[in-house]
């Protein structure tokens, strides 16, 4: 369902909407509301083997900005084992500066459909993601759980997870400090997310990424995930009426 984003207008500065499910049916809708609502940007995603939505979109105007790929771990299976080398823990009061830390390192100029527009400040990108961090640490309406990682008692990685179902957590956003990695640090946090998701009662742990992040998805391959399901990532840019002449919408008033 089509929403505007209140997060994307404060960092933007422009009315911005997000569909995160459109399809030919309801694109027309997403289309009426952007135009209701004076919307500059819309946000939106179409499952990948939906290609007559992605069609849809590319004529209405809408560019790809990326292709997001999840993956599903079975938590009834034997998990890896931790690796020794990196302390993972709960987060703590007084971490979240760490964790801001750590994200304004290793997503400087990050791959997503932010970094992917050329329209969008740079900067304001890079502050999408330290944002999400910290509001990560506060809001468990963001993240149910943040897990850090320490080595020699520095904060070298974090990882949020979010409780989607009793069955079913997700993995939401993790880094590691680009001066730890290499070192074991991602493959702890991501077992130890595994085995928090167990604890918790939970089935099966989802978690995504961009389709050109293969590293992170070998990660995950040696970890026991599978692929499960992947969507393209739109931006469509509304700021000209003459856009709307070509997509069987009026233009806005």
């Keep these: 369902m089509v929403t505007l984003s209140a997060l994307d207008k404060e960092r933007f500065g422009i009315v911005t909407a997000k569909d995160p499910l459109f399809t030919v049916g309801t694109l027309q809708d997403t289309l009426l509301f952007c135009r209701d609502n004076v919307v500059q940007m819309l946000i939106a995603r179409c499952a990948c083997e939906d290609l007559p939505a992605a069609q849809a979109m590319e004529k209405a105007g809408g560019r790809l900005m990326d292709t997001l790929v999840y993956y599903l771990r079975d938590l009834d299976r034997p998990l890896p084992e931790r690796v020794p080398s990196v302390v993972v823990r709960p987060l703590r009061a007084g971490d979240a500066p760490g964790v801001s830390r750590v994200a304004a390192e290793c997503f400087r100029g990050y791959i997503g459909h932010y970094h992917a527009d050329p329209r969008l400040d ?62 074991g640090v991602y493959r702890a946090l991501a077992v130890a997310a595994m085995s928090h998701a167990r604890s918790s009662g939970a089935k099966r742990l989802i978690t995504s990424t961009q389709l050109i992040n293969i590293a992170v998805q070998k990660t995950w391959s040696r970890l026991g995930f599978e692929l499960l399901r992947a969507y393209y990532t739109f931006h469509l840019w509304l700021d000209t009426a003459n856009h709307f002449q070509g997509s069987g919408v009026g233009a806005a008033k």
């Design 122 to 183: 740079r900067a304001r990108c890079d502050e999408v993601y330290i944002s999400w961090a910290e509001r990560s640490c506060l809001d468990r309406a963001v993240a149910s759980t943040v897990l850090v990682a320490e080595i020699g008692e520095q904060i070298a990685g974090f990882l949020t997870i979010l409780e989607r179902s009793p069955d079913e957590q997700e993995v939401i956003l993790n880094g590691v400090d680009p001066a730890f990695q290499r070192r």
